[in-house]
C-alpha cells in the first residue's frame, strides 16, 4: 500500500459522516411529517368533538300539563275525529297553564307574560303535546307530567352557546326570560341530558333545531347502502373476475381496462349529474328517493371494487391455477373453487372501503335533490325506504351547516361524530374480516 | 411381460411446432413415449422441453400467444383434435409442477378434489378409498393419515411434492407428467420422490422434466435430449449416457455446454 496513513476503522471519513448525516436528516423529515399528520388528526378529532357533543346533549323542560276537557274534548264524547280537530293552537294555553302551575309550584315569581313564559318551551311542544292526546285519549281531564324539548335558546343557554350579551340583538328571547331560566334550572324543572332522538329523530325545520335529528337520514344512507352493496358487489366481482381470467388480452379489453381507471378518477358530481340525467330525467325514478342515490353511488363505487378485485385476483399465485387446471378444472371451477377465495378478503376489503366512501358521499347526492328535504317520518317499509323522498347524513350534515340558526351548527358536528362512527365501523369490520378469512390457513 | 414395442407406445407425437407469438420453441419434434416407463426430458435452459411437456395435456392452452402445430397423439387420439375437451384430457393426462402447488385447504380436500369434480367416487366411503389409496401410492400416507385435515401448506416441501403427486394420481390419469417436480427439494425429499418416480411407472408412462442429469439417469428409462427447441437424441438412458451419437448431446453431458 501506497497510502501513508492506513485508516482506522474507529473514526468514520467524510463520506461516511455525510452519509450518516443525511439518513438522519431523512429520519428527521419522516418523523416531522407523521407528526404533523398525528397533530392534524387530534386538532380534527378535538374540533369536532368539542363542537359536537353538544349535539348529543339537549335541554328539556318537565311540566305538568293538566289535559283540560273543556279545551280538548269539550262535549266528553271522545270523538277522536273532533279530538284532532284542535289544532295546536288549541293546546296552547294548556302549555301556558302548565308553565304558570310549575311556577307557582316552585315559588318562582316572573313579571314575564305567561306567552313569553311558554316560549321557554320548543314551538314543537304543543305538536308533541297534540299528538300524545290523540294516541292516549284517556288522559284528557287528567294532569300528565309530560317532558318537553326546551327551545333551542334555552338549550344554548344552557350550553354557554347563548350569553347575556349575545342576546343584545336577538328578538327570541330576552334577559328576563333567562333570570326565569336560571330560576327553573335550579328548581329542577329545566335539566340537560342525552338526547336520544338526535340519533333516531326526523330533521325539523328551521324554527326547531332542537328538534331535528339525524335518524332518517341515517334510514336513508342505509337504503343507499343497501342498494350499492346488491348491484355494486356482484356486478364489480363479476367483471373483474370476466376481464381477469377469462377476457382475451387485446386492444378492446385494453380499452375498458383504462376507461376502468379513468373512472376511479372521475369527480363524483358528474355522476350526479349523469344520475340526474339518466335515472330521473329519462327513466323517471323517483326525485331525492335513496334507491335513485344508490345507484349513482353504485356507478361512483363500481370501479374502485374492480380495481381492488382485480388486485386480489392478480395476487392469487398462478400456481394454484395451474394446479386446478393440472388436476382437470375447468377455467371456472380453477376460479370459483380456488382463485375467488383466495382473493376474497381482498375483495371484502375493497367493497368495504367504496362502501364507505359511497357513505361519506355528498356532491351527488346534491343533484338529485336529496338535499333540503326533510322527512318527517322514518320509512316504515323496504319499498317506501327506497322510493319515498329521504336525505342521507353527508348530506343532511351540509343541510345543517349551511342553515342561519347556530344551534343547528352544533347540530352539524354532531351529525359528523356520527357519520364517523359508521365509517369507523365499517373499517374496523373490514379489518376484523380480511383477519379472519387470513387466518384460515 | 414383454410386449410388442408398437403396442407399447402411450404417446406419440408427429411433426410438433410450437410458437411463442413469433418465437420457434419447438421445431419438428418427433417422439414416441412407452407406457409404463419413466422418459427424462433434459436439455439446458430454455430448450423447449417443459414448453413440450405441457403440450401433452394441452396446458399451454392457457397462454394466449402460444400456438401448437403438428400431432401428439395418445393412443391413437390426436389430442389436438377440435373435438377434444382440454379439461377431460387434463384428468387422463396428470400434472405435478416445479414448484408444490397444493390449495390451500386440508390434506384430504387437496386429494378428493379431482375425483370430486370428475364424479370418480360415489359416495364418501368410496371417496375415503380414493384419497387413501392415492396417498399410499405417492408414499405419504404414514405421515398424513392422522392429520387430514390439516392444511396440505402446512407441510414440508417434500411432502408437499407427494402430495401434490397423490393429488395427480387421484384422477386416475395414465400418463404424469413432471414439470422439475425435484428443483424446489432439498436431497432427501428428492430421493424421496425419485423413489416413488420409479414405483409410480407400475401404472403410469411417467414424463419427467429435469434439469439434473444424475437424476435422469437415475430414474429414467428412456431419455430425450432438447437443445434450443430441437429434439436432438432420444434413446434408452443407458446409451444416451454412455454413448451419445450426437455430439451435442455429448458436450452436454460431458457438461460443455447448458
Redesign the interface.
Known sequence: MSDPVKPSLLTLDARTKKRNMAETRFRMYGLAAIGTGLAMLVLLLVTIFGNGLGAFQQTFVTLNVPLLESKLDKKGERDLAKIKKVSTFGYAPLLSQAMEDALAENGIDSDLKAKKQAALLSKSAAADLRNFVIANTDKIGETVEFTFLANSRVDGYLKNRVTRTSIADDKSINAEQLDLVDELVAAGVIKKRFNISFITGADASDQRPEAAGMGVAMMGSFFMMLVVLALALPIGVAASIYLEEFA??NWITDIIEVNISNLAAVPSIVFGILGLAVFINYMHLPQSAPLVGGLVLTLMTLPTIIISTRASLKSV?P????????????KM?SVF??VL??AAPGILTGTIIGLAQALGETAPLLLIGMIGFIASNAPDSVASGLLYPNSAMPAQIYEWAKRADPAFYERAWGGIIILLAFLITMNTIAVLLRRRFER?? | MKENAMDNIKISAKNVQVYYADNHAIKDVNVEIEDKTVTAFIGPSGCGKSTFLRCL?R?ND?I?ICRVEGDILIEGEDIYDRRVDP??????V????Q?P????KSIYDNVA??PR??GLARGKADLDEIVEKSLRSAAIWDEVKDRLDA?G??LSGGQQQRL?IA??V??APEVLLMDEPCSALDPIATAQVEELIDELRQNFAVVIVTHSMQQAARVSQKTAFFHLGNLVEYGETNQIFTKPSDPRTESYITGRIG
Open positions: 382475451p388480452k399465485p400456481s394454484i391455477r395451474d394446479a386446478a387446471l393440472g388436476v382437470g378444472a375447468s371451477q373453487h380456488h377465495p383466495l384460515r390457513w | 395435456n396446458m392457457t394466449d379439461v377431460q384430457l387434463r384428468a387422463k396428470g400434472m405435478v409442477f414448484k402447488n397444493p390449495f390451500p378434489y379431482g369434480i370428475h392444511p401448506t402446512g401434490c393429488r395427480a387421484a384422477t
